[in-house]
């Protein structure tokens, strides 16, 4: 009898969630809502605190969710990673991000795995959630924990599984967007695939940790690419005098063959900015040079530049310098109704306008102060006299709860890189 596959069916699993952030906290609120008890663990004292409290920092778990969880004893979080050696299951949802040479910074995984080594119990489940290069649950994870004498597949087990997180989105959350789980034996898989079973709608099971690694790759891959493709596009009709945003609507009329992806100031967020070059730099060190990943890295990232100069040429229209200039930023989010600013563009288009000499202030409900690290800003509230005292309003972010017509009726030029001021006219809105 599998004692710890009897253990999930029964929710009777002690779980534990290794970094409290977008992917870590959504995911140990639906555990706990269906029974499970569990432990979030982060190093951060200030988000356990406010975890413990019963209040989210997070915008896609309310409060109200939340705080029930916590008083009913299913919730808890710790920094004291001690509490491993108590839990039956520990899943991994640390950061991963890109060093200045866009290598993989795989320290938070190891430091991680380093705490469970120091108190790993036989019979434990261990799942990678974090985005890394094909290769990191078995080169990473499994080679450290089988320094403790335990065998996998017999002793503890271990798999990895993507996260999918889109935060904001209002229609596809974590209980609904299918699961894919592939681990280092079969027995690995099936007991991941039926954790996660518990609390998921759909679980699909690959053959190995490699195949789902490459899994998140290849998706977030797949839309950088056609980013940098439109984006490309947009830079050739502004050149053509076309209307990139004309172009792909009438294009998106065809019902086979095409999908519509548009451009933008910059990519944004934690995934597609950065999970592709963990795969190019992978490959590289296997004598292969992934070429459609790194020129839509380079065009994509020239769309803060072309920002800048779109800006410049809408000052220019109205005899104006950008030097000296005072422009507001309207969203410094990375995409719509959401307060994270990992990798947005705005932070980029904001210290190049500065260095350039003008006077930058931003408005973004969502994000009421800003840490640019050459810079910091407080948002300002938008109204008609603020914007009429500005020389050009820049769209970054298309923030549905923001007034556009106001800031059509008041700005005295626009920059609009999100296509937000679909349906309205004139000469002073200059679009991406």
Same mark, same amino acid.
């Given at each position: 009898?599998?004692?710890?596959?009897?253990?999930?069916?029964?929710?009777?699993?002690?779980?534990?969630?290794?970094?409290?952030?977008?992917?870590?906290?959504?995911?140990?609120?639906?555990?706990?809502?269906?029974?499970?008890?569990?432990?979030?663990?982060?190093?951060?004292?200030?988000? !356990?605190? !406010?975890?413990?409290?019963?209040?989210?920092?997070?915008?896609?778990?309310?409060?109200?969710?939340?705080?029930?969880?916590?008083?009913?004893?299913?919730?808890?979080?710790?920094?004291?990673?001690?509490?491993?050696?108590?839990?039956?299951?520990?899943?991994?949802?640390?950061?991963?991000?890109?060093?200045?040479?866009?290598?993989?910074?795989?320290?938070?995984?190891?430091?991680?795995?380093?705490?469970?080594?120091?108190?790993?119990?036989?019979?434990?489940?261990?799942?990678?959630?974090?985005?890394?290069?094909?290769?990191?649950?078995?080169?990473?994870?499994?080679?450290?924990?089988?320094?403790?004498?335990?065998?996998?597949?017999?002793?503890?087990?271990?798999?990895?599984?993507?996260?999918?997180?889109?935060?904001?989105?209002?229609?596809?959350?974590?209980?609904?967007?299918?699961?894919?789980?592939?681990?280092?034996?079969?027995?690995?898989?099936?007991?991941?695939?039926?954790?996660?079973?518990?609390?998921?709608?759909?679980?699909?099971?690959?053959?190995?940790?490699?195949?789902?690694?490459?899994?998140?790759?290849?998706?977030?891959?797949?839309?950088?690419?056609?980013?940098?493709?439109?984006?490309?596009?947009?830079?050739?009709?502004?050149?053509?005098?076309?209307?990139?945003?004309?172009?792909?609507?009438?294009?998106?009329?065809?019902?086979?063959?095409?999908?519509?992806?548009?451009?933008?100031?910059?990519?944004?967020?934690?995934?597609?900015?950065?999970?592709?070059?963990?795969?190019?730099?992978?490959?590289?060190?296997?004598?292969?040079?992934?070429?459609?990943?790194?020129?839509?890295?380079?065009?994509?990232?020239?769309?803060?530049?072309?920002?800048?100069?779109?800006?410049?040429?809408?000052?220019?229209?109205?005899?104006?310098?950008?030097?000296?200039?005072?422009?507001?930023?309207?969203?410094?989010?990375?995409?719509?109704?959401?307060?994270?600013?990992?990798?947005?563009?705005?932070?980029?288009?904001?210290?190049?306008?500065?260095?350039?000499?003008?006077?930058?202030?931003?408005?973004?409900?969502?994000?009421?102060?800003?840490?640019?690290?050459?810079?910091?800003?407080?948002?300002?509230?938008?109204?008609?006299?603020?914007?009429?005292?500005?020389?050009?309003?820049?769209?970054?972010?298309?923030?549905?709860?923001?007034?556009?017509?106001?800031?059509?009726?008041?700005?005295?030029?626009?920059?609009?890189?999100?296509?937000?001021?679909?349906?309205?006219?004139?000469?002073?809105?200059?679009?991406?």
């Amino acid at each position: 009898m599998d004692l710890l596959l009897e253990k999930i069916k029964s929710k009777k699993t002690r779980i534990g969630v290794i970094g409290l952030g977008y992917v870590g906290l959504p995911l140990a609120v639906e555990f706990a809502q269906v029974g499970f008890e569990v432990c979030g663990i982060d190093i951060d004292k200030k988000k !356990t605190d !406010t975890l413990n409290s019963g209040c989210s920092y997070i915008i896609d778990v309310p409060n109200e969710r939340l705080k029930p969880l916590v008083e009913s004893g299913k919730l808890k979080a710790t920094n004291d990673f001690s509490v491993i050696s108590k839990l039956d299951v520990l899943i991994i949802c640390v950061p991963t991000p890109l060093g200045k040479s866009r290598d993989p910074d795989v320290s938070y995984i190891v430091k991680a795995v380093d705490s469970i080594v120091k108190y790993l119990q036989k019979n434990q489940l261990i799942v990678l959630e974090s985005t890394t290069y094909p290769g990191s649950t078995e080169e990473l994870v499994l080679t450290k924990l089988e320094e403790t004498g335990l065998d996998v597949g017999k002793d503890f087990y271990l798999a990895f599984s993507p996260e999918r997180v889109d935060p904001g989105n209002k229609v596809y959350t974590t209980h609904n967007v299918p699961k894919v789980v592939g681990g280092v034996t079969p027995h690995c898989t099936q007991l991941a695939a039926t954790l996660y079973e518990q609390c998921i709608e759909q679980v699909k099971q690959v053959s190995s940790p490699r195949v789902a690694e490459m899994v998140k790759l290849l998706e977030n891959t797949f839309r950088s690419v056609n980013i940098g493709l439109v984006n490309e596009i947009a830079l050739m009709s502004d050149k053509l005098g076309v209307d990139v945003w004309e172009v792909i609507e009438a294009a998106a009329t065809k019902p086979f063959g095409f999908m519509p992806f548009y451009p933008g100031p910059g990519l944004g967020g934690h995934c597609i900015p950065i999970d592709p070059f963990y795969l190019s730099w992978k490959v590289r060190s296997l004598g292969f040079e992934a070429r459609f990943i790194e020129l839509a890295g380079m065009i994509n990232g020239f769309m803060p530049y072309h920002v800048v100069t779109k800006i410049t040429d809408a000052l220019n229209n109205h005899q104006k310098c950008l030097k000296g200039a005072k422009i507001i930023i309207l969203g410094v989010a990375y995409k719509s109704d959401i307060d994270d600013v990992r990798e947005s563009p705005a932070l980029d288009i904001i210290e190049k306008l500065i260095d350039k000499g003008a006077e930058v202030s931003y408005s973004d409900p969502y994000i009421p102060e800003l840490d640019g690290g050459t810079f910091c800003l407080n948002s300002q509230t938008l109204s008609a006299d603020m914007l009429a005292s500005q020389d050009c309003a820049v769209i970054i972010t298309a923030h549905s709860n923001v007034d556009y017509s106001l800031v059509v009726n008041h700005a005295s030029s626009i920059v609009d890189t999100r296509n937000a001021l679909k349906g309205f006219s004139g000469e002073h809105i200059v679009k991406l």
